[in-house]
């Protein structure tokens, strides 16, 4: 899951040599009155203000020299209960802070959809997720390198960042007796995310789930620390929340630019806008995004914004490949049906999406004694030979790998991907992965909710 969190999150557009900066300035602020930024010029244009694009904005608008406009859709809610307290996790679903995206009917759900939930507010789904700290297993990243012939792609690169965007605070010896496990040395102390131990961590009820997965999965072991980029075991798992008693969210709203930029005059965020095109200007045969329309509502006039040095896309993994084709930039067999004119032939665009799957089974506990308030923090990851039994994984392994190329093709048959003969050895790393290195392959969550008295597991 953290492997889609990154990967498609940030497209730089086009890198052009540094034009003339901006004559306009503005003081850090955010607004959703365009009124003064209609035909105005800024070096880098950010759309989509989520976890990537305020990162990005808080990162880049560091150089005082550069002036950064991010275009947010949704409007600043950090405000609201069910944006700053975790514990009301899903209440954001299917509401005005969701765009409530429902897939193509499914033929093996009977041709029922299934909902996709995506944040529409300043800080994109960043405001409205689970808030759990876990990491990708190190032995995933490190796959990329090796599809992509590019080190940096390589855990060890990744996990600087991550380290450089946590700031922890260590469980009190109360939270370590519930269960809360860690180990100082996978934990970043100073950048501006707050990662907390739940203060209000249920113990009973997630001490007996962690023993009831250990006997349930043969030789699950407990993890000290799932931020290792070790996975597979059992575990507790830190929160995304402020360390005091509130436990406010720390979002990428408050984390990267309350507090933080503040004191930016060049870095302004505009809500309530949708970014609806880029604008391009060729130039040496290279395409060079200049600038961007911008739309309020669907009966508003668009206007122009100008980019002298990047457009960044980071709307997210449905919306930016979205985004590109509306710019002309994909498939062709997609686009001219559409009416829009090709600028650029990118077949795999808005293709290749995988969402993570989820079942949600709830019951009631046979005593509603909880124990605490939450969010609730005890997850299994077994892997495929835990959960199947060595004789079973062994045959599901020879089984899948017989059914690769026919995979493939029906993928691309049906138009999820561009490439099955390229996909193959993406196919083929992912199941040599969970197979042979023995790599968590399941993530059980165990959900505890107060105000429904009930209990289950996400998976
Ligand atoms: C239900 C749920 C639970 C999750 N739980 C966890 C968790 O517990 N821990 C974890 O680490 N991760 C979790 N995630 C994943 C994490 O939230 C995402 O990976 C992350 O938010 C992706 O960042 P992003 O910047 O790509 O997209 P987003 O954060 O979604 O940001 C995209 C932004 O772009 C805006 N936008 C879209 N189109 C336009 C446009 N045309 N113009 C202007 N703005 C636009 C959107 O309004 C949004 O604000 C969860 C995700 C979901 C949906
Ligand atoms: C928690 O968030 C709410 C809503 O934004 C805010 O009013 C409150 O001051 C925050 N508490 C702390 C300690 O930051
Ligand atoms: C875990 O289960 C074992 C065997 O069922 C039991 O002996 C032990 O007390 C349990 N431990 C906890 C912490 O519940
Ligand atoms: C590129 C740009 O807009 N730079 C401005 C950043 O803010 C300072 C202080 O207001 C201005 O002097 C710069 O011109």
Same mark, same amino acid.
């Given at each position: ?245 509130? =436990?406010? %969210? *720390? ?9 933080? /930029?503040?004191?930016? &005059? !060049? #870095? ?95 019951? =009631?506990? %046979? *005593? ?9 923090? /005890?997850?299994?990851? &077994? !892997? #495929? ?75």
């Amino acid at each position: 899951m953290f492997l889609r969190r990154i990967v498609p999150g940030l497209i730089a557009c086009q890198l052009a040599v540094a034009l003339p900066a901006s004559l306009h300035h503005f003081k850090r602020e955010i607004t959703s009155d365009a009124s003064r930024l209609v035909n105005s010029h800024f070096d880098y244009i950010i759309a989509g203000g989520g976890l990537t694009g305020l990162t990005a904005a808080s990162l880049i608008s560091e150089d005082p020299s550069v002036s950064v406009l991010v275009v947010e859709a949704g409007s600043d809610r950090h405000d609201d209960p069910r944006v700053y307290d975790v514990r009301t996790y899903g209440e954001a679903f299917d509401t005005e802070l969701d765009y409530g995206f429902q897939s193509t009917p499914i033929p093996w759900r009977e041709g029922k959809t299934l909902s996709l939930v995506a944040g529409k507010m300043l800080g994109g789904s960043g405001s409205l997720n689970g808030a759990s700290w876990t990491k990708g297993p190190k032995s995933q990243y490190d796959l990329l390198p090796v599809l992509t012939g590019d080190e940096s792609w390589s855990f060890e690169n990744f996990n600087k960042y991550m380290l450089r965007a946590e700031h922890f605070n260590a469980p009190a010896p109360s939270e370590v007796a519930k269960g809360a496990r860690f180990s100082l040395s996978h934990h970043g102390t100073q950048g501006p995310v707050q990662v907390s131990f739940a203060k209000g961590m249920f113990e009973t009820l997630q001490l007996d789930a962690i023993n009831a997965s250990q006997s349930l999965w043969n030789g699950l072991e407990i993890n000290t620390d799932a931020a290792s980029g070790i996975v597979n075991g059992v575990t507790t798992i830190p929160n995304m929340v402020d360390p005091d008693l509130t =436990q406010n %969210r *720390s979002s990428p709203y408050t984390a990267f630019i309350q507090g933080r /930029a503040d004191r930016r &005059p !060049n #870095l302004t965020i505009l809500t309530g806008h949708r970014v609806i095109g880029i604008n391009w200007e060729s130039a040496a045969s290279q395409l060079r995004a200049s600038s961007v329309q911008i739309q309020q509502g669907p009966a508003s006039t668009p206007f122009t914004i100008h980019a002298d040095r990047e457009v960044l896309l980071a709307c997210g993994s449905m919306q930016s490949p979205a985004l590109l084709e509306l710019s002309g930039v994909g498939d062709p067999a997609v686009l001219e049906p559409l009416g829009i004119s090709v600028v650029k032939r990118m077949p795999a665009v808005g293709r290749h999406f995988q969402e993570q799957t989820k079942n949600t089974v709830t019951f =009631q506990p %046979r *005593s509603a004694a909880f124990h605490g308030s939450g969010p609730p923090s /005890a997850i299994a990851f &077994p !892997n #495929l030979q835990q959960v199947l039994g060595p004789a079973l994984a062994e045959q599901s392994y020879h089984e899948t790998l017989a059914s690769l190329d026919a995979h493939a093709r029906f993928l691309q048959e049906g138009g999820f991907i561009a490439n099955a003969t390229a996909y193959v050895p993406v196919l083929r790393a992912q199941v040599d992965n969970l197979f042979l290195q023995k790599e968590a392959a399941v993530e059980i969550f165990y959900t505890i909710t107060p105000s429904t008295g009930t209990v289950g597991i996400d998976l």
